[in-house]
C-alpha cells in the first residue's frame, strides 16, 4: 500500500500523559499536513511541513502540541499533558507541491489516529 | 466563524437518481475547492476539485459547479448508487494567499437506498 499510513489507529492514554504519533507520507510528495477531527465536525487545520520545514501552524496548535518533520519524511505529532478536550481523530495528511504531476494541493488522508482521554 | 457551511446534514435518494450534495463558503480569497468522502473509520478520500477560473468540472458519475458571484458550489452525483453512501466534505483553500491549508464544511451525509 503506497498512501499515507498512521500509527497507532488508536490510542487511549490519561489525562497529564505526553502521546506521540507518526505519519509517513506518501513517498513522493514533499507536503505533509496535520488536521484533527471531532464529532459533528469537518477535519480542522493544525499544521504543515513543506520538506522538513514548518511553514503554516494554526491558533488551535497549542504549547502543548509540536509536530516536526524530520529529513522531510516521516512526521511525529507529539501533545504533552494531555487533556479531556483533546479526544478526537488526528489526521495527517500528504501534497505533491507544483510541478508534479498531481494537480495543486489536493491533499490525500490517511486512515488517522483516534485518540481518547480519559 | 464557519467559512465553508453544509446546511444539510444528512441527504436520502434512491438508487439511480441523482444526488446533489451544496456548499456555501463565504471568503473571497478561496480560490481551489475540492470535494472528500469519507467512510467510518477511514480516512477522507479525494473525489473532485475545482478552480476558481472554471465553473464545471466532470469526471465520470461526478460533477462539481462552481458560482462564485454566489459563493455556492454543489457535487452533482448521477446516478447515485448505494456505494455512494458516506459523508461528503467541501473544502476550500486559498492558494494565492499562500495558505495550504484546507478549510473543511461540516460535511452532509448520503444514503442511496437500493
Known amino acids: 500500500d503506497t498512501g499515507v499510513s498512521q500509527n497507532p489507529r488508536h490510542k487511549i492514554t490519561k489525562r497529564g500523559q505526553n502521546v506521540t504519533f507518526r505519519c509517513d507520507p506518501i513517498s513522493e510528495h514533499n507536503r505533509l499536513y496535520w488536521y484533527r477531527q471531532t464529532l459533528g465536525q469537518g477535519p480542522e487545520f493544525l499544521t504543515y511541513f513543506q520538506n522538513e520545514a514548518q511553514l503554516e501552524k494554526s491558533r488551535l496548535l497549542s504549547d502543548r502540541f509540536s509536530a516536526e518533520r524530520p529529513k522531510g519524511s516521516f512526521s511525529t505529532l507529539e501533545i504533552q499533558r494531555t487533556e479531556q478536550g483533546d479526544s478526537a481523530m488526528y489526521l495527517c495528511a500528504s501534497s505533491l507541491g507544483e510541478g508534479g504531476r498531481l494537480a495543486k494541493n489536493i491533499q490525500y488522508f490517511g486512515a488517522g489516529t483516534r485518540l481518547s482521554v480519559l | ?114
Open chain 2, 1 to 114: 466563524d464557519q467559512q465553508v457551511k453544509q446546511n444539510s446534514p444528512s441527504l436520502s435518494v434512491q438508487e439511480g437518481r441523482i444526488s446533489i450534495l451544496n456548499c456555501d463558503y463565504t471568503n473571497s480569497m478561496f480560490d481551489y475547492f475540492l470535494w472528500y468522502k469519507k467512510y467510518p473509520a477511514e480516512g477522507p478520500t479525494f473525489l473532485i476539485s475545482i478552480s476558481s477560473i472554471k465553473d464545471k468540472n466532470e469526471d465520470g458519475r461526478f460533477t462539481v459547479f462552481l458560482n462564485k458571484s454566489a459563493k455556492h458550489l454543489s457535487l452533482h452525483i448521477v446516478p447515485s448508487q448505494p456505494g455512494d453512501s458516506a459523508v461528503y466534505f467541501c473544502a476550500a483553500s486559498a492558494t494565492q494567499g499562500g495558505s495550504e491549508k484546507l478549510v473543511f464544511g461540516k460535511g452532509t451525509k448520503l444514503t442511496v437506498n437500493p
